[in-house]
């Protein structure tokens, strides 16, 4: 329950932003690896270690801010000229590339609609949220009843005592002088 509430969260955080792509991944990468590395640098180097942590943590903070950015596309247009780079590195020829490419810019597209349609949904069903009604308040349930009290005199000191009514014969004894007499209710 608790994870499913956390996604729905994340998903309604995610709507409008650009989201995981190939640099915010190679950068999180990128991090772990330095990180680990930082902890062998330990031993070589105190100046060394810190810097190399450093840039791990500079590369996962990078990645998540590219992540959060609100302005997909230019993080798009970045990442395509990041794949553009190493496209040509590859080991394919130019056409099975630009395929590649093209299916990629046709998903990237297609998420970017599917993402902006759930923004539109998002913003259709709370932004006239003041209009709304309150849904009223549930009624407050009565207070449990308390019992009947009668009041009754002691025969003894003509101190007067409340005693609960209905329970039928009962012994009472007088706080004040200890007098314990037998009382019909």
Known sequence: MAAEGFKDRYDEHMVGRNGGDAISRTCLIAAIVL???SFFCVGINPILYVLVLLLGIAAAVYAALRMNSRDIAARQA????FLGIFQRFGR???EAAEAAREERRARREQRAREREAARQDFE????DESVREPEPEPEPEPAPAQPEK????C???GQHLRVPAGKGNIKVRCPKCQNVFQLFT
């Open 35 to 37: 990180v680990v590395l």
């Open 92 to 94: 394919g020829d130019d």
């Open 124 to 127: 259709d069903d709370y932004a």
């Open 155 to 157: 025969d003894s000191c």
């Open 150 to 153: 009668v009041t009754v005199t």
């Open 78 to 81: 970045e990442n395509e000229a």
